[in-house]
């Protein structure tokens, strides 16, 4: 109903502004004592509540949105080019985005000199802000391309037709 670009932007979004704040949370953690009381919990567990909560949100929406948008993105393509394609982003792609995070963080820790990850955070508030920015700018451009090539594969399909080389589909019995 709302189509592949919506359902395609649901997961960057939804784990950019989760991400977001909880470490936002996590960096404002000495500010929070007087609202974590009037809620009834202390600051520590009010994030630990939001990390749950994000944690759960960005799996609900990786399994609902990106799998299925991932896959009809191969739609338009020929057979040769889904094979690829599909072999370079699930064996490539997913292994060196986990590899190449784990080793920001090591990084990060290393630079920061503390061997601490929570004194990390305000470093990678602003990485997975801008990762999102971008993943959902990503999605924007290939919708562009996915859409041009759709409209080719339908024009083609016309000219087939218009050439008598496709038969047309038979009306399904009732």
């Not at 609900?60 to 949105?65: A, D, L, Q, R, T």
């Not at 040769?80 to 060196?96: C, N, P």
């Not at 990060?108 to 971008?134: D, F, K, M, Q, R």
Request: with cysteine; glycine share 8%.
């Amino acid at each position: 109903r709302f189509g592949w670009h919506f359902s395609a932007q649901i997961t960057p979004w939804a784990i950019g502004i989760t991400g977001g704040v909880f470490f936002l949370l996590c960096l404002l953690k000495p500010y929070l004592g007087s609202f974590a009381h009037y809620v009834g919990l202390t600051p520590l567990m009010m994030i630990v509540i939001f990390g749950a909560f994000q944690n759960i949100t960005s799996k609900v929406v990786k399994y609902s949105f990106f799998d299925s948008t991932k896959e009809m993105a191969y739609i338009p393509l020929d057979a040769e080019s889904k094979v690829k394609g599909k072999a370079a982003i699930d064996m490539v792609g997913s292994r060196l985005g986990k590899s190449s995070s784990s080793w920001l963080q090591i990084g990060l820790i290393e630079l920061v000199g503390t061997g601490s990850v929570i004194s990390i955070t305000p470093y990678l508030l602003p990485i997975v802000l801008g990762a999102a920015l971008y993943w959902s700018y990503s999605v924007r451009y290939l919708n562009k391309e996915l859409s041009v090539r759709e409209e080719t594969l339908l024009e083609e399909e016309e000219a087939k037709k218009r050439a008598g080389e496709l038969q047309p589909e038979p009306e399904p019995a009732t």
